[in-house]
Each structure stands twice: as C-alpha cells, then as structure tokens.
C-alpha cells in the first residue's frame, strides 16, 4: 500500500498571487528575490557571485514551477552547471511540478494547512488591531484574573525576538507574562522558563484560547525562553506549543485515520490540526532536527501512512526576521539531505514538497505575503510532467487522497499525475 510524503516549507512562496494587490503584496516573489539577493550579495572567496545551490529540488522542477507561476526565468539556474543524478529512476527524476494558488481569506498558517488538507477558509479570522493596548480591555482583565497574575506587559504587535529583549528583565522581575500579537490571527504568550515556569505557561495558553474564542483567534502560542538579561535572551523553539482551533470539515488527515490509515506528523503540523486526525506526533524544531524527525518517521510508517513534516524554520527564523541570506542556506541545507529521504522511499511511495504561503524577506515589513506556492510530487509512480496550475491549495489534497484510496475531500479536483 502506498505512503506519501509531505515536506512543507513553511512561507515558501514561488510569485505573488492574482489577489496579491488586495494584501498589499503585489511584487512579491520569496524564491526569486532570495535567488537575486544570493546572487548581489553572496561571494565565492574569489569573490564571484555564489548563487543559490538547489540542484535537488531543480530535479523536481522548482525552477519550471517557478516560471509557471510568475512568467520569468530566475536569473541564475538553481542545479548549477551540474545535473544531479536522481536514486529513484537511475538518473532521472519522476516528478510532477506545477504552482498553486489560495482561496481561503487569509495568509496564514492554519489557512494554508488546511486548505491544502481540503478545507478552505471563507470566513474571516479575527485580528488585534496594530496599536498600543491592542487587546480588549476585558480579555485582559479576564486573562488576570482568571490566571491569578499580577498584570501583563506587552499588549501590542511586535516580533517575539525583540519583545523578550524590551521586556524580558521585567517580566523576570515581576512575574507578569508577556503578552502580544502579529499581524497573524494570535495571541502569544512569552515568559521564562526558570523564573514563571513552563507548564504554568501551558495552562496559561490553555485559559486564553478560551478566553479569545469569541473574538475569532485561530491560535494562541507558548514562546518560553531563558537567559539571564535582555541582549541574552532566547526563546526556546523546542518548547514552543500552540493551541488551535480544529478545521470546520474533516481533512484528508481525518479521511485517511477513518479509512484506517496512519498520520505521522512532525513539527507543528500536530498543533496546526489541533491533534485531529493524527495517529503519531514526532515533537522536532530546527532544520536539521526536523529533517532528521522526517527521517526516523519515514522509517516507522507503516503502509497507507501520510508522513506530514512543517519546516517553521523558514517562516520563523527567515521569513519574519528578513534574513534573506539564513532563508538561502536553509534551503540548501533542505535539498542537500533530500538525497537522503529518497533513499528511503519504497516504490509505490510518494514525496510532495509545498508550502502554505509566502514570506519574502526581502518585501516590506514582516508579515506573510501572498503568494503561489510550489508543487513538486516525485515518486516511481509520478508521471513526469508539467500540470496546468492549481487554482485552489486543495487540489493538492485531493490528488492525495485519490493515490492514498480516501473519499473525496469536500473541495479540490484531483490531478492525474499517476503512471497507468
């Protein structure tokens, strides 16, 4: 029976999408502009341009789908002047490519997942406005009392690496937890680990996302960090949790545990489904843990499994930090090892390699941006081809579903990519 494979890199956008102008994001490209920002940038030690390295993923048609979706050539190839060798058909790569586009309201997180899951999202997340004491009054007096706190510091949008810095000794001081949000559907909560504790953090989590519930919050997230003073502060990425609410229709994660199949999942992707439909859950955070999670889960899986890893890195770490360069070199870190996971695969399994949004660090200020993502599906059983563009994420899921033998999802058209 058959596995398939999903590595999602997290805001990995290939050109801004039809609707981008309505987001402010018309322009906006998170694989070309870090290609020619490698290009202007990074030298050689001869000091020749060093150019984005990812032959791997070019093998599965990166660039192509790159060029379906915004109509331009990158400037620079992605395999260099080699053409790697592929292990699944003895130098050539089975692999199936095209773009897609969103049709959920937003461009975050949960609404990529799931509507690449087969449910979309038509209704309108609710939001804290960007302003000082952004939070209602009575959330935040509820959120005090019923926590038994002293107060809260905060209260505002702002990047979670530079708000532990601003507030972190007071809060360590004080024992009021920090509160703020983003331009994301959230609530986050940063506090010490030593100092306030990490489950109290948790139950902390737990009160608010019943508390924001009326106010249409997709998450509240857990930022635990330690260190002694502001300038040493970091926020602990392992023990990082969020509390979701659950997809509105039953995803192809849920489709796939009711036929008796498994879901494997690695990273966030537990929490992004709010633990529905979810048979194992490999906790990992950083590149290279959560490629190795993928790894020893490929391994576990069992026939009729879906092994579903979320790369945050790329979002947390680059995309929202506008570190074109660490976006770069954490691609190249990914298509190095993918050599590796193709080792593993048995031949009636399949890898997807896509995204759930953009995130170009080179765009103005630090939200996602609204873009197509990468479709790459590569396998013994993929019909090498280019397929016409996805007009909806759920496309995706329901050519999965059709492969891994599940009903139909609720929305999507399945694609045929399969060798007769």
Known sequence: MARVIITLLDSFGI?????AEAFGDRGSDTLGHIAAWMAA???NADGSPRYLHLPHLAAMGLEKAHLLSTGTELAHPLSGETVQ??????????AAYTCAEEVSKGKDTLSGHWEIAGVPVDFDWGYFPDQPKCFPQELV???IKEGNLPGVLGEKLASGTVIIQELGEEHMRTGKPIIYSSADSVLQIACHEETFGLERLYDLCRLSFELVKPYKIARVIARPFVGKKAGEFERVAAHRHDYAVPAHEPTLLDGLVEAGGNVYAVGKIADIFAHRGITKHYPAAGLDNIFDATLQAVKDAPDRTLVFSNFVDFDSSFGHRRDALGYGEGLEYYDSRLPELWAQMRPDDVLLVTADHGCDPTW???DHTREKIPVLFCGKNVQPQQIPPFHIFSDIGQTLAAYLKVKPLGHGTAADIWKK
């Open 364 to 366: 103005k200020g630090t």
């Open 85 to 94: 060798p592929d292990p699944l058909d003895g130098g050539r790569v089975q």
């Open 15 to 19: 050109g801004y999408a039809h609707d």
């Open 141 to 143: 007096d509820a959120l």
């Open 41 to 43: 940038n990074r030298k």
